[in-house]
């Protein structure tokens, strides 16, 4: 089993940045590749970011290309999500994910984390 803990939400203005951290404990983090997926109110839970088991291959939803970074540090069993230049509409509870295949778009990923509230004020 393996357990995924986020941190780093909070209200932040327009403009701002902000990381989320996830640390992963219960398997071998190497085993699996990792993502965040967020969910806003009223609206279907979407992929934001993910990164393959040795953090050479990643991936973004066109919305946030060119303003986060996904990364992973496997000396501390966590995965990053950096986000800069960050807008209203990135308003959602960002959960982080583990699975042992790709997480991209179409992914279904079997391990999730509780989430975290990132509020983006305009």
């Known amino acids: 089993q393996v357990q995924l803990a986020e941190s780093g939400g909070g209200l932040v203005q327009a403009g701002d940045s902000l990381r989320l951290s996830c640390a992963v404990s219960?398997?071998?983090?190497?085993?699996?590749?990792m993502g965040w997926f967020r969910q806003a109110p009223r609206k279907e839970r979407e992929f934001v970011a993910g990164?393959?088991?040795?953090?050479?291959?990643?991936y973004y939803t066109d919305s946030v290309k060119d303003r986060f970074t996904i990364s992973r540090d496997g000396a501390k069993n966590t995965v990053y999500l950096q986000m800069n230049s960050l807008k209203p509409e990135d308003t959602a509870v960002y959960s982080c994910?583990?699975?042992?295949?790709?997480?991209?778009?179409?992914?279904?990923?079997?391990?999730w984390g509780q989430g975290t509230q990132v509020t983006v004020s305009s």
């Open positions: 994910v583990a699975d042992r295949q790709r997480v991209d778009t179409n992914s279904r990923p079997s391990y």
């Open positions: 219960g398997r071998t983090f190497s085993d699996y590749a």
């Open positions: 990164i393959s088991r040795s953090g050479g291959n990643t």
